[in-house]
């Protein structure tokens, strides 16, 4: 018989976790890394989840993908966007390559995945699936097949929320489900290399890191949430143990993270800064807190530049004949590019503290550029900051 693959990717586990036993005790992760190879994986610019599992998995830079991120720019508006799925990935991933040279493959779970593609094999779908009312497997059957055993399929929870017990109950349920799947899955399938995705441990990062990293600027401990994190690692854990039972003992079991975890600072409202430094222009003061910027309320005549926010900064230049208003020349475009990396490069912390920003343009980082590209991408104090495109704030 073929010597299996299985790939468990954990969604944005630290280092430090898994290797440093950061106030986590782990025994079948620790077997698995501890005896096997260990490789320092760098992530992908920009290091989210979308596009860095893709990126993985089809060995393509996000610039030759076209993906820079979960929302996409419409071109010529400032806040029309659309969501990429799987239909925006042009080029094959390992599964489709293993696939045609005649492994069985599983794919759960790996961003995007959704709609899914036929493979040789079976699939089921990522977090950015609508909902499981949607065809989210293939075979198509597979659905009510999973659906018939554990329920309706959960693809994500709102973990955006200060409702902590809610949240905690919603991704211990949704976390078991797929460990229940994954475990029938790897049981039941013809298999030669599944890859396993859990996005719930990004989610329990976002609404619990602040309750378990004790460098955490607003770091509390709490009677119940501080546990939480130790005890979701211990799920996956005792899981791991259980499913290695189940899997020929020579299998080969790869470890794997799309980027880290570090405590937010903050956020810097990008497009507030853009219109002190005279880059962006408005046509009238913005007239509550907290205000997104839309193509209205920007004096189109005399702004250069305006941002994006999100975990990093996209920077769009206002440039002539691509932009609806555009006013910077072809010519004065790589200038203008050079002096707002220049002066992003410079910006400090509310305390005046030297920040550790990094500005790049996509044909600095990526061989080829396909897609929507921002013009800049920015990182604020390497991310310990992340950028925010509202206007109508008292201060950066
Ligand atoms: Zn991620």
Redo the contacts with the bound molecule.
């Keep these: 018989m073929r010597r299996k693959l299985f790939v468990l990717g954990l969604?944005?586990a630290p280092p430090r976790i898994i290797y440093d036993e950061y106030g986590v005790e782990l025994k079948a992760l620790k077997e698995v890394v501890g005896g096997s190879a260990r490789y320092l994986m760098r992530s992908c610019h920009p290091p989210?989840?979308i596009p860095?599992w893709i990126s993985m998995f089809t060995g393509k830079t996000p610039g030759e993908l076209g993906i820079y991120g979960f929302r996409h720019r419409k071109p010529g508006d400032v806040r029309e966007s659309y969501i990429v799925n799987s239909s925006y990935v042009k080029f094959r991933a390992i599964w489709d390559e293993a696939g045609r040279a005649g492994l069985r493959v599983g794919v759960v779970g790996v961003p995007p995945t959704y709609p899914p593609r036929p493979v040789h094999g079976f699939l089921i779908s990522d977090f950015t699936t609508p909902g499981p009312d949607k065809a989210y497997t293939f075979p198509p059957w597979l659905k009510r097949e999973v659906e018939s055993k554990f329920g309706p399929y959960i693809f994500d929870i709102l973990y955006r929320s200060h409702e902590k017990g809610k949240v905690l109950k919603e991704l211990m349920e949704m976390t078991k489900q797929h460990l229940e799947v994954v475990k029938h899955l790897i049981k039941s399938k013809d298999w030669d290399l599944m890859i396993y995705v859990e996005v719930g441990l990004?989610r329990l990062h976002h609404a619990f890191w602040r309750y378990f990293d004790k460098e955490h600027p607003r770091y509390e401990e709490h009677s119940e949430y501080s546990r939480v994190i130790p005890e979701y690692y211990k799920l996956i854990d005792d899981w791991l143990s259980e499913v290695r039972e189940l899997m020929p003992r020579d299998t080969a079991i790869v470890v794997v993270s799309?980027?880290g975890t570090k405590a937010m600072k903050g956020a810097f409202v990008i497009n507030q800064w853009l219109e002190e430094k005279g880059y962006l222009k408005l046509k009238e003061k913005p007239k509550r807190q907290g205000q997104d910027l839309s193509s209205d309320v920007v004096d189109w005549s005399r702004t250069l530049a305006w941002g994006w926010g999100g975990y990093y900064a996209r920077v769009f230049i206002n440039l002539e004949g691509r932009e609806p208003q555009g006013i910077v020349k072809r010519d004065e475009y790589e200038s203008l590019v050079e002096q707002l990396k220049r002066d992003f490069k410079g910006i400090r912390g509310p305390q005046g503290e030297k920040w550790d920003n990094k500005a790049f343009t996509p044909y600095e980082l990526y061989p080829t550029v396909n897609g929507d590209a921002p013009d800049l991408i920015v990182y604020f104090d390497d991310l310990s900051w992340r950028s925010a495109g509202t206007i109508g704030w008292d201060t950066l």
């Design positions: 969604d944005s989210i989840t860095a990004d799309d980027h």
